[in-house]
């Protein structure tokens, strides 16, 4: 199994709204990442978690909050979102290691729209 | 910090040979990736580089040059189903793994 599943695949939030994106994988991968990409633009790294504590955050916005409750799972809290925030939201995950071929294989994501 | 370039666009011809290029200034070094992305899809890993060298992979190709900071991704008898958008990515310290700037390669008749 090298598959990343996130959910939903699309929502649509208001500004006032609380919601969650999730993210699963069975890989045994310890580290896994969230990442926002706009229309015909790279991923932008946001979070890093390795071995479910998070090692990496990118100065991301506070409207934002990851969690990792366990070594499959990483989830992503949004509150008090912006119309700017909409984007497609890539989860992935890999190896933890620092040397080595530790591709990291991604999910194919959460598109938010935020109204 | 972190700079990842390559050129924003690029057009081929079906059957032809194409050299995408990546220059890169970060801290640390850990490997070098390359993804191939389609339209409203997941990236797609391609390719690894950590040291110098070429490493051949069926029609893709990539080659890294630490000191000159460099790689480049080279696919052979193009398809339509190559046009994608082409992502070279560097691993520095702590799985930190930050994108370039992406190219778009588009594959004509």
């Known amino acids: 199994d090298t598959e990343v599943t996130q959910t939903p695949k699309h929502l649509v939030m208001g500004m006032t709204n609380k919601k969650s994106l999730k993210c699963e994988q069975h890989?045994?991968?310890?580290?896994m990442y969230w990442y926002k990409q706009k229309a015909k633009k790279p991923p932008e790294l946001m979070f890093v978690?390795?071995?479910?504590?998070?090692?990496i955050n990118e100065s991301v916005p506070s409207r934002f909050s990851p969690e990792c409750p366990n070594s499959s799972l990483l989830n992503l809290h949004l509150h008090a979102l912006q119309p700017e925030d909409s984007a497609l939201y890539l989860c992935?995950?890999?190896?933890?290691?620092?040397?080595?071929?530790?591709?990291?294989?991604f999910g194919q994501g959460t598109r938010l729209t935020v109204v | 910090g972190q700079n990842i370039d390559q050129p924003t666009e690029m057009t081929a011809t079906e059957g032809a040979i194409v050299q995408i290029n990546c220059t890169y200034q970060t801290s640390g070094f850990n490997g070098l990736f390359w993804y191939q992305q389609h339209a409203g899809e997941a990236p797609t890993f391609l390719s690894y580089n950590v040291l110098d060298g070429l490493e051949e992979k069926g029609r893709f190709s990539s080659f890294l040059s630490r000191s000159k900071g460099y790689s480049y991704l080279l696919l052979k008898e193009l398809q339509m189903k190559d046009s994608a958008s082409y992502l070279c990515a560097v691993k520095g310290g702590g799985n930190k793994l930050t994108f370039g700037t992406g190219t778009q390669l588009k594959v004509e008749l």
């Open positions: 992935a995950s890999s190896q933890e290691r620092t040397r080595g071929r530790t591709e990291a294989f």
């Open positions: 978690y390795s071995y479910e504590k998070l090692s």
């Open positions: 890989m045994g991968h310890r580290a």
